[in-house]
């Protein structure tokens, strides 16, 4: 797999690898629909500027999302394995590295192709078309979409006092958590094209 930026050492982490399948959209639509979120090259200012504040903090970011899932049972029958019932924790740990990895991603705001096919990758992750599959897992064949889509606001929401460790100016965090909130809505909308009927997307 090629060394995309140093992570090989993820299990699993598949950016910019020839087996990952191409994004259905182009280059030229990512850009159409950054526009309808309102994203500018300032948000991409402004997630840089996360990426030095949250560096450090993607594995208590990861445990706090997670913590947010283990309070909801609908969202923790997803990692149970279904021979036992018992949650997976050794896919628990590979999937949670490939998770840190995503907040740094997230952050680097580095719209490539390879991105965008990873993009599509993530959302086959979460779909029946692909869950388990990385990682040789029994847990949960399918998120539901509508798990998957109303997730975003429990991973941004909490991100503030994260992101208020920089300490930048209650502004400067704003405008952070502003740009935050709209790649996460435009990364949800790329994942859930494997959710849409064929041509709705
Ligand atoms: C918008 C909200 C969400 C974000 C940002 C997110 C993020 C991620 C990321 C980055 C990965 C790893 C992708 C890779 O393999 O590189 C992943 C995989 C996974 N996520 Fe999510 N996720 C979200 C919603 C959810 C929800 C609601 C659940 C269920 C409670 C969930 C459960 C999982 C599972 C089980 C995997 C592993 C899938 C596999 O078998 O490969 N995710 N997620």
């Given amino acids: 797999m090629e060394d995309h930026h140093g992570t090989k050492d993820i299990p699993g982490y598949d950016l910019g690898s020839p087996t990952i399948a191409k994004s259905p959209i182009s280059l030229d639509e990512l850009s159409d629909l950054k526009a309808s979120t309102l994203f500018t090259d300032e948000d991409v200012v402004y997630l840089r500027l996360s990426y030095d504040v949250l560096k450090d903090q993607a594995e208590e970011l990861v445990t ?58 993530i959302g086959l992750r979460h779909h029946r078309a692909k869950k388990n599959k990385t990682d040789g897992a029994h847990t949960a064949a399918h998120i539901r979409g509508r798990d998957l ?49 064929d041509g709705d997307f």
């Avoid at 628990?92 to 990758?121: H, P, S």
């Fill in 64 to 121: 706090m999302w997670r913590g947010i899932i283990a309070l909801h049972p609908h969202l923790a029958e997803y990692s149970q394995d279904e021979r036992t019932g018992e949650p997976d924790k050794e896919y628990g740990e590979k999937v949670g590295k490939r998770f840190e990895q995503w907040v740094l991603d997230t952050a680097r705001a580095e719209y490539d192709q390879d991105w965008l096919n990873y993009q599509y990758e």
């Fill in 149 to 197: 889509i109303a997730f975003s606001a429990a991973i941004v929401s909490p991100m503030r006092p994260y992101l208020e460790k920089g300490g930048h100016s209650a502004e400067v965090v704003n405008r952070m958590q502003e740009a935050w909130w709209k790649s996460m809505i435009l990364q949800v909308t790329l994942w859930s094209q494997p959710y849409m009927k």
